[in-house]
């Protein structure tokens, strides 16, 4: 068994029908696929309006401009994310608060954005909001996160690029804050190639995102009257076939989900070394990718190349958004700011997952992994 690969879409005859379809009409862009998409992500969210962007990372930048959030503005979020959940605010010149995270679900953790907001000082009117992601499609504390929001004012953002499916006490994750997104790069939960949906119940976000997603055009729409400064991030009729397609299967591609994961829970069981992903009792999770962590981070690289000679690739997700260079130079963060999250990013590890993984090939990583206990210094 070699060449597993990390990650792989769930694409089937249902998605190429629909590509073609779309094909043989004129309408390339801004057509019924569009509309049929965004009425499909809004509700897997249970969301008043989405809107379709080009990507995850253009959605949270749309967001993060209808939010009026600018120069001089700061705001709380995580280090331990994909970047993209960070840059969005670099690019409105928007400071990163960052905080530590949950040694467990690695998800911001409440009682530090509390600390954080107590001991700003002077700083604290510049903080306007705050931006949490449900790390690898485990829910942050919105309960709390709400309650923190509301009691200081602030804006609410929720990153749910890899939590399409998951839910937190009772709610589907989308749901949370003043707006959140959906990201459907070709390992995420749902794809459309390249893609992105923001989401939000508030019609004045929603109008603005539109406009902002469509070269700053106002509501009527006429084709070459801007009332603002806007982007191209529309999404093409192509890319929203796709996802109409996928979404159409989304139970499915989430059960089959779940199912990986459950054989992964399973096989991993008994490995000391290593700590499966936990999950808090009060939520139900979808995985973007699943992700071990090794109790021992020396053991991290012994057991990658260890894999990779099996033909397992794997993956060191996260690594710490504080300490990429640009970020190190522009704001002046150094190792030791965030120990949980430098702790967690140095053990953790994304093994191959995805929705046609049988049992043999999850039994086999386990198998691989098991094996290399004897091995271990
Ligand atoms: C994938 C992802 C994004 C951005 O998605 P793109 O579609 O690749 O731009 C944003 N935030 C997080 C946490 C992600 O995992």
Redesign the pocket.
């Known amino acids: 068994m070699t060449n597993l690969p990390l990650a792989a879409p769930d694409i089937t005859d249902r998605e190429r029908e629909l590509v073609l379809q779309v094909l043989s009409t004129p309408m390339l862009s801004g057509g019924p696929m569009l509309q049929r998409f965004e009425g499909m992500a809004a509700k897997a969210a249970g969301r008043r309006h989405a809107i379709a962007v080009s ?4 959605g ?1 930048h749309v967001i993060v401009r209808a939010l009026g959030l600018g120069v001089g503005n700061a705001v709380i979020t995580t280090p331990y ?2 970047i ?2 960070s840059n969005c605010l670099l690019y409105e010149g928007v400071e990163p608060v960052f905080v530590d995270v949950e040694a467990d679900t690695f998800n911001i953790d409440p009682d530090q954005v509390q600390k954080a907001l107590r001991s700003a000082g002077p700083n604290r009117g510049r903080i306007k909001g705050i931006l949490a ?1 449900d ?1 690898f499609g485990h829910p942050a504390r919105w309960d709390r996160l709400e309650a923190i929001a509301h009691e200081h004012g602030l804006k609410l953002i929720e ?1 749910s ?2 939590s399409l499916g998951s839910s937190f006490q009772g709610r589907p994750c989308g749901s949370f804050g003043d707006a959140a ?1 959906f ?3 070709p390992n ?1 939960q749902v794809t459309t190639g ?3 949906v923001v989401l939000t119940d508030s019609e004045g976000l929603a109008e603005l995102c539109r406009s902002l997603r469509n070269q700053g055009r106002g509501p009527s729409n006429e084709w070459l009257e801007h009332v603002r400064l806007g982007y191209n991030y529309r999404l093409s009729e192509l890319h929203a076939a796709l996802g109409v397609a996928q979404m159409e299967r989304l139970a499915e591609l989430l059960a089959k989900r779940a199912r990986v994961a459950a054989w992964y829970d399973d096989g991993l069981g008994d490995i000391s070394y290593l700590t499966p992903p936990a999950r808090q009792s009060d939520v139900e999770v979808r995985w ?1 990718v699943y992700v071990v962590r090794f109790k021992n981070p020396l053991h991290r690289p012994v057991a990658m190349e260890w894999l990779q000679e099996k033909g397992i690739p794997t993956r060191p997700y996260f690594p710490a958004l504080h300490l990429m260079p640009f970020y190190r130079e522009q704001f002046g963060f150094k190792p030791g700011d965030f120990p949980v999250t430098e702790a967690v990013a140095s053990s953790t590890l994304a093994l191959p997952y995805h929705n046609n993984m049988t049992h043999e090939q999850v039994q086999y990583v386990c198998d691989q992994l098991r094996a290399l206990t004897e091995a271990l210094p």
Do not use: R
């Open positions: 990507s995850g990372t253009a949270l994310s994909f993209a959940s992601v790390i990153d690029a890899e997104i990201a459907f790069y995420k390249e893609g992105g973007f």
